[in-house]
């Protein structure tokens, strides 16, 4: 993948997760503050934790932090997947928000 392709990729998943975010709210009470600076995303919820986003440029990689710990995305050509098994991007995001805020959040 060239670095003009990772970013294309990558700034794809940075769109999706604020329109989804912004569809998250207006369905549902979940209340997500998400606050983008860049190539980085901050998910604040009522309960005052955080999931940060951030893209990795140098190693063509998107990285997620979240109460549960930290996670390592890469492409696969079809989706971005973790670098130690925890799955697609978008499932685990949706995983570890709901856990962090209490209620059934699906970031598709």
Not at 22 to 49: C, H, K, W, Y
Not at 66 to 78: E, N, R, S, V, W
Request: with cysteine.
């Amino acid at each position: 993948m060239t670095d003009l392709e990772y970013l294309e990729a990558a700034e794809q998943v940075l769109r999706r997760v604020e329109a989804c975010c912004d569809r998250i709210n207006d369905e549902t009470d979940a209340d997500i503050d998400n606050q983008r600076v860049g190539g980085m995303i901050t998910l604040v919820f009522p309960n005052r934790s955080q999931i940060v986003i951030n893209l990795q440029k140098p190693l063509h990689e998107i990285w997620m932090a979240a109460k549960a710990g930290g996670y390592h995305y890469t492409f696969d050509g079809q989706a971005w997947q973790d670098t130690k098994g925890h799955g697609e991007f978008f499932a685990h995001l949706s995983q570890l928000a709901s856990e962090q805020s209490g209620l059934p959040l699906q970031f598709a």
